[in-house]
T-cell receptor, first 112, second 110 residues
Framework: KAGVTQTPRYLIKTRGQQVTLSCSPISGHRSVSWYQQTPGQGLQFLFEYFSETQRNKGNFPGRFSGRQFSNSRSEMNVSTLELGDSALYLC???????????FGPGTRLTVL | QKEVEQNSGPLSVPEGAIASLNCTYSDRGSQSFFWYRQYSGKSPELIMSIYSNGDKEDGRFTAQLNKASQYVSLLIRDSQPSDSATYLC??????????FGTGTQLKVEL
């Protein structure tokens, strides 16, 4: 099976702009979770989607949002970008039968 | 108190030795436990999962779980230079929200 894919792999934006990141889960996986990784805060959970519904949410401001489509692909959006949003954004997918989560390669976002 | 704690290291071991990585967690309701390996500039790669007390072995890797002590460990036997990476401990409470430790940097020296 193909792994989790994320696009784009790299992004450079300026403060105040918005950005949309995409994630395609492993075939058959219906749960997609998003994480932010920074040197200072480590890996932090953003939110999880399952069957097009947000099932869980981390402690991030409302500028961070997401959605999931009927084919389980997911997008996350960050509006009004701040310098502190510079990070590696990772998505992970899992199946109903398995608690394990498998990560994609990530999107490296730089906010200038 | 952090929810998941790991020694940041670096932990240095000679090639061929056993590397022992430790992790403690604060939520007694935690149900699933994972070890991820992350090379510099790459995404985390799942190497072990464990859900019940005891040991679980997979090749050179052994995960150990002690829920009473809220302690998870990872042993890497016959350590190789290619094992040099950051090892992340992660736990969940039943859902899919992974809570990560800050990771332990492992260096395997020739």
């Amino acid at each position: 099976k193909a792994g989790v894919t994320q696009t784009p792999r790299y992004l450079i934006k300026t403060r105040g702009q918005q950005v949309t990141l995409s994630c395609s889960p492993i075939s058959g996986h219906r749960s997609v979770s998003w994480y932010q990784q920074t040197p200072g805060q480590g890996l932090q959970f953003l939110f999880e989607y399952f069957s097009e519904t947000q099932r869980n949410k981390g402690n991030f401001p409302g500028r961070f949002s997401g959605r999931q489509f009927s084919n389980s692909r997911s997008e996350m959006n960050v509006s009004t970008l701040e310098l502190g949003d510079s990070a590696l954004y990772l998505c992970a997918s899992s199946s109903i039968q398995d608690r394990r989560q498998f990560f994609g390669p990530g999107t490296r976002l730089t906010v200038l | 108190q952090k929810e998941v704690e790991q020694n940041s290291g670096p932990l240095s071991v000679p090639e061929g030795a056993i590397a022992s990585l430790n992790c403690t967690y604060s939520d007694r309701g935690s149900q699933s436990f994972f070890w991820y390996r992350q090379y510099s500039g790459k995404s985390p790669e799942l190497i072990m999962s464990i859900y019940s007390n005891g040991d679980k072995e997979d090749g050179r890797f052994t995960a150990q779980l002690n829920k009473a002590s809220q302690y998870v460990s990872l042993l890497i036997r016959d350590s190789q230079p290619s094992d040099s990476a950051t090892y992340l401990c992660a736990v969940t409470g039943g859902g899919n929200k992974l809570t990560f430790g800050t990771g332990t940097q492992l260096k395997v020296e020739l």
